[in-house]
């Protein structure tokens, strides 16, 4: 069986999580064991794009642009992109089975 990945909301949450579990390998932004790897966004990870992400005319408003499209995409927050980095590369990883958000419900 391969190990399952646990993504915690935040960093004192994640390494509260890996305490419990008994994983004690800590790797700066996750923390790993035989069964465990656990690590944590820090709070939104990503956010909506701005309207002048989407297109250069948006950059002034215009009533004759409304109303902008409804798929606007996601962009990573900015201080967020190294974690991001991180989680996308532990969730590619051959050796993960399963993976649980143990992010806040809010």
Known sequence: MGKILII???PSAGRDI???????EDKGTYMENDSYIV????????EL????????????WNAEDIPLPADNGLK????TKAQFDVIKKLIARSD???LINAGDVG
Not at 18 to 24: N, P, Y
Not at 39 to 46: D, E, I, K, R
């Open 39 to 46: 690590t944590w966004a820090v709070g939104h990870l990503v």
């Open 96 to 98: 993960i089975d399963y």
């Open 49 to 60: 794009k701005d309207p002048e992400d989407i297109n250069d005319k948006y950059k002034k």
């Open 18 to 24: 890996a305490r419990i579990l008994g994983v004690r």
């Open 76 to 79: 990573i927050k900015k201080g």
């Open 8 to 10: 915690a909301e935040k």
